[in-house]
């Protein structure tokens, strides 16, 4: 049978185009997130960052929301180019410590 | 002026056989974090060190597994007996200080550990 965990939610988008990918944290108690980027055969890399008792914190070209009553994040990308396909993964912090990693998105830039 | 290094990029073993893999942190970074990725999931968290000693090792799946870190820089994971379900990308990362509130961690590309 099929392993859940070999398929990744997949987002596509048209170069050029904006991209929102989303995640649901865990713990309400969680007081810090981060979003990674992965390459393929790669480490996971810093892309943005967002503090608890913040709601919304702009990087270049990318923007973090967050929303606690929901406990939902967002990572939106703007103009996408062909270097942004990775995959991406939300990451909450639990006791400033160890992060706690969601399941990840697929971006896919099409030319 | 390098990041996270990781060795050996790769490591093919057997089962049954023991496995040491190294990560060399960002220099003057005193917390240093070991992760373990199994394909198509996120990173899962193994054990984290600030300085030399263990601060949280709640993520070791098992007594097979062991990390060290003598001298509050260079870690070794180690791994014992190892099983085929061992096989993963063991990734280990370095902040600043850990115990804060924004803790960026910054990672390397990861040992392939294959258990044939």
């Known amino acids: 049978g099929e392993s859940v965990g070999l398929h990744l939610p997949t987002l596509s988008v048209q170069e050029g185009d904006n991209s929102i990918i989303n995640c649901a944290y865990s713990?309400?108690?969680?007081?810090?997130f981060i979003w990674y980027k992965q390459e393929s055969g790669k480490g996971p890399q810093f892309i943005i960052d967002i503090r608890s008792n913040m709601d919304k914190r702009q990087g270049q070209r990318v923007t973090v929301l967050l929303n606690k009553t929901v406990k939902h994040l967002s990572l939106q990308i703007a103009a996408t180019q062909p270097g942004d396909s990775a995959v991406y993964f939300c990451a909450e912090n639990k006791g400033a410590q160890k992060l706690v990693f969601g399941q990840g998105t697929r971006l896919t830039i099409n030319p | 002026g390098a990041g996270v290094s990781q060795t050996p990029s790769n490591k093919v073993t057997e089962k049954g056989k023991y496995v040491e893999l190294r990560c060399d942190p960002i220099s003057g970074h005193t917390a240093l974090y070991w992760y373990r990725q199994s394909l198509g999931q996120g990173p899962e968290f193994l054990i984290y060190?600030?300085?030399?000693?263990?601060?949280?090792d709640s993520g070791l799946p098992n007594d097979r597994f062991f990390a060290v870190r003598p001298e509050g820089s260079v870690s070794t994971l180690k791994i014992q007996r190892t099983e085929r379900g061992d096989s993963a990308v063991y990734l280990c990362?370095?902040?600043?200080?850990?115990?804060?509130?924004?803790?960026?961690?910054?990672f390397g590309a990861g040992t392939r550990l294959s258990v044939l």
């Open positions: 060190f600030q300085g030399t000693g263990a601060a949280d």
């Open positions: 990362a370095s902040s600043e200080r850990g115990g804060l509130a924004k803790n960026i961690q910054y």
């Open positions: 713990n309400s108690a969680s007081d810090y």
